[in-house]
């Protein structure tokens, strides 16, 4: 085969919007690929062609890699570009056939242009294709599970072939929605909260909070790799861990109050998130907490928790089950870095309140818990890894 000299890039939700919307979803789709490209060190320029993105590369494969981990796209294929036309498509495919030896395979035709644009209908490629394809290979054509799926994408003025579609994450471009903080322990489930809010194109600024003896360097450490790998998903982000040193706050919690204190650690790490958030122009935080998972996940105790935020929280993972997120945190890669029981489990009480009322939680914590909490997070430290001192998610151009 010719080797593939560029890949075809398809987007979903952004291609049902608005014309306005959408162009500046394309544009940012656009700049995320070039970020990714740039990070990763993979020459390439990219275009906007059609209804899809065309990344022209000496790399295809690793280019191809790259597309498939930039929220918004819906599959990447390195492809051959060749003439529209009916001799050289049979050709490329000729040439891709040899290829692909073994197994069954289907032809999957697309045309698109003008009445009139080509001599051919997309049906007669597929045919014409077919026969092609059986000569080379000797291959049964099985067009309900082929083994191969050879796809033609004609165009007006240029034609693609290609043999792969590699699964993107789908949602929309990073930098289309309004950046969120992510209270991110380093845990399993955190970091696919703040995943998942990057996947709806929300930037995140993950905040780590230091528990001090409750917690301890090796959970800071798994918090700094899982933003690490985060940081992969967001070329050209500032996706800079921040920690906030709590753990005198968590010392004083657990000598003076009981029960209830995890409730009002939660309570605290919120407020600390928001005030990390108004600062970098965030306008909510969130948390990997899912129903029932623990005591203080359930309604009634969120709902405590949640009293002391201002800003809204958001709970990606609110509905999903522990083997669902464990089995995502392995398919975006940071599983690996997260199996350490971290979170604030060691700050638990052996009797943990499921039901508090709010009145309870109150008055059983420091009076000057929230106001402490926000003097903390005012100057948090900023972990460098992960940066590529890139545009930060609250850039103007958005
Ligand atoms: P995780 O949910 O992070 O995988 P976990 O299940 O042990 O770990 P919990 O202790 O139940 O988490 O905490 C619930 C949520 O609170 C976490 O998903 C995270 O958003 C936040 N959180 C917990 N500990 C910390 C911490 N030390 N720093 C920042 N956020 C934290
Ligand atoms: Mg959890």
Request: charged share 25%; with cysteine.
């Amino acid at each position: 085969m010719h080797r593939p000299d560029a890949v075809l890039v398809r987007y979903g939700e952004v291609g049902v919007k608005s014309s306005k919307v959408r162009t500046d979803m394309e544009r940012r789709l656009r700049d995320n690929l070039e970020a990714a490209l740039a990070t990763r060190d993979i020459d390439g320029t990219v275009e906007r062609n059609w209804s899809r993105l065309r990344i022209d590369t000496p790399d295809p494969d690793a280019a191809a890699d790259a597309a498939a981990d930039t929220f918004g796209v819906v599959s990447a294929s390195p492809v051959v570009v060749c003439e529209p036309t009916r001799e050289a498509l049979l050709s490329t495919l000729r040439a891709a056939a040899a290829d692909h030896p073994g197994g069954s395979f289907a032809v999957d035709a697309n045309r698109a242009g003008p009445d009139g644009a080509h001599p051919f209908t997309s049906r007669e490629l597929e045919a014409e294709g077919g026969s092609v394809v059986e000569n080379v290979t000797g291959a049964p054509v099985d067009l309900d599970d082929p083994a191969v799926t050879y796809g033609v994408d004609c165009r007006e003025d240029e034609a693609f072939v290609f043999t792969e579609r590699r699964p993107g994450p789908g949602g929309l471009p990073l930098g289309t929605q309004e950046p969120v903080v992510v209270l991110l322990s380093g845990g399993l489930d955190s970091p696919v909260a703040a995943w998942e809010l990057m996947k709806r194109g929300a930037p995140v600024y993950p905040v780590y909070v230091d528990l001090g003896d409750y917690g301890g360097p090796d959970h800071c450490a798994r918090a700094v790799e899982v933003t690490e790998r985060l940081a992969r998903f967001a070329a050209g982000f500032d996706t800079r861990l921040r920690v906030v040193d709590a753990g005198a706050l968590v010392d004083d919690l657990v000598a003076s109050v009981r029960d209830t204190r995890m409730l009002s650690l939660r309570r605290a790490m919120l407020r600390m998130g928001e005030v990390v958030a108004r600062d970098l122009g965030a306008v909510a935080v969130a948390t990997g907490e899912s129903l029932g998972q623990k005591s203080s996940q359930t309604g009634t105790n969120l709902a405590v928790t949640d009293a002391a935020a201002t800003l809204p929280v958001y709970r990606p993972l609110l509905t999903r089950d522990k083997s669902d997120i464990t089995e995502q945190a392995r398919r975006i890669g940071t599983f690996a870095d997260s199996t350490l029981p971290v979170g604030c489990e060691r700050v638990a009480p052996a009797h943990p309140e499921t039901g508090a009322s709010l009145a309870t939680v109150e008055a059983a914590e420091p009076d000057d818990l929230l106001e402490r909490a926000v003097r903390l997070a005012r100057n948090p430290e900023t972990v460098d890894a992960g940066a590529d001192g890139g545009r930060g998610g609250d850039e103007s151009d958005r």
